[in-house]
């Protein structure tokens, strides 16, 4: 006769989840009503860095800033984005839209194939979940800046 064994009950976690304020900054528009008020939210997140970050800013459905977050640090020349990870605080800050921001430490303004693919990507994703992305901005040296909605390419 054969005998079943008994599988153990599995215990499951109950957890919550929620952002963590790390700091904060000062930003004297209210509301962003274009790429150059973006532009100057995170700026100093990213000028001077010597390697690649890529930013998103959550807004609510003023355009107001609610929050920041670095989500991803590369190497000089790139940074692995995943619209997952983008989209966590987004949704977490239960924001209407996002920006998105990396820099290009050699101070070269213009996007790189992958720069189109992961822009295209988020936007496919966001209009998915309900969350709109408003621009790409891509921060070179010299206060230079490439806005994707600006350039049409988005």
Known sequence: ?????????????????????????????????????????????LENSDREKFVVACLDTKNQPINIQVVSIGSLNSAIVHPREVFKVAMLSNASSI???????????????EDENITRRLKECGEILGIGLIDHIILGDRDRYFSFKENNKI
Do not use: Q, W
Request: charged content about 25%; proline content about 7%.
């Open 99 to 113: 920006i998105c921001f990396h820099n290009h430490p050699s101070g070269n303004i213009d996007p790189s194939v």
């Open 1 to 45: 006769m054969e005998s079943k064994k008994k599988i153990p009950a599995k215990r499951v976690n109950v957890v919550s989840l929620k952002v963590v304020k790390e700091s904060s900054v000062l930003y004297e528009t209210r509301n962003i009503t274009n790429p150059y008020d973006a532009f100057r939210l995170v700026k100093s997140f």
